[in-house]
């Protein structure tokens, strides 16, 4: 019964490679994130969805693609993989948008390793 | 851009001693101020959180300040224990952005 769920956990790939994380909640929430978490556990938001819709792009590289299948399914899907991609990456959920003021759910993560 | 900031980046005291968390915001506009916990090799999962219109929130051992003139908010954490060990994140969020901004974190280590 786990609300938020990623997979893989962990990912070690070589440059150049294209990989994918996936991220499922249970929760009926409205809204997906994808958050990348350095090395020094500075927590950036990447891309939000609501209800199957783009609503923030942060400057992201377009190697990094979010893809949203339906409202509980948020993927991403990394092109050409660089040293610099190497971070945990968490996927989160909340019930509506952030500018309401709603708690975000985490999932446990995904940790990427690029050599 | 918004901004959070956050002091201390690293906290030690000892068991049973408080601990004072501390977070600066630059967006006027922002209006909601969570604080998450993340424990080593865990997901950040929220631990208190306060709104613009209230000044002060208490759950038993954390409480949370907001002074809105100063943009500043804080995190307290009374009779710490080990397990309060982890690193602290405080954020916030505007009703005309759709993102929570992070501070940076605090790493706060309890010892027994």
């Known amino acids: 019964d786990t609300a938020v769920s990623q997979t893989p956990k962990y990912l070690v790939t070589q440059m150049g490679n294209d990989k994918s994380i996936k991220c499922e909640q249970n929760l009926g929430h409205d809204t997906m994130y994808w958050y990348k978490q350095d090395s020094k556990k500075f927590l950036k938001i990447m891309f939000s969805?609501?209800?199957?819709?783009?609503?923030i792009n942060e400057t992201v590289p377009n190697r990094f693609s979010p893809k949203s299948p339906d409202k509980a399914h948020l993927n991403l899907h990394i092109n050409s993989l660089e040293l610099g991609d190497s971070a945990v990456y968490f996927c989160a959920s909340s019930p509506g948008l952030a500018r309401a003021g709603l708690e975000q759910y985490f999932g446990p993560g995904t940790r990427l390793t690029v050599t | 851009g918004e901004n959070v900031e956050q002091h201390p980046s690293t906290l030690s005291v000892q068991e049973g001693d408080s601990a004072v968390i501390k977070c600066t915001y630059s967006?006027?506009?922002?209006?909601?101020f969570p604080w998450y916990k993340q424990e080593l090799g865990k997901r950040p999962q929220l631990i208190i959180d306060?709104?613009?219109?209230?000044g002060e929130k208490k759950d038993q051992r954390i409480a949370v300040t907001l002074n809105k003139t100063a943009k500043h908010f804080s995190l307290h954490i009374t009779e710490t224990q080990p397990e309060d060990s982890a690193v602290y994140f405080c954020?916030?969020?505007?009703?005309?952005?759709?993102?929570?901004?992070f501070g940076t974190g605090t790493r706060l280590q309890v010892f027994p």
């Open positions: 954020a916030s969020s505007s009703y005309n952005t759709d993102k929570l901004i």
């Open positions: 967006d006027s506009a922002s209006n909601y």
């Open positions: 306060i709104r613009s219109n209230v």
């Open positions: 969805y609501n209800n199957k819709e783009l609503i």
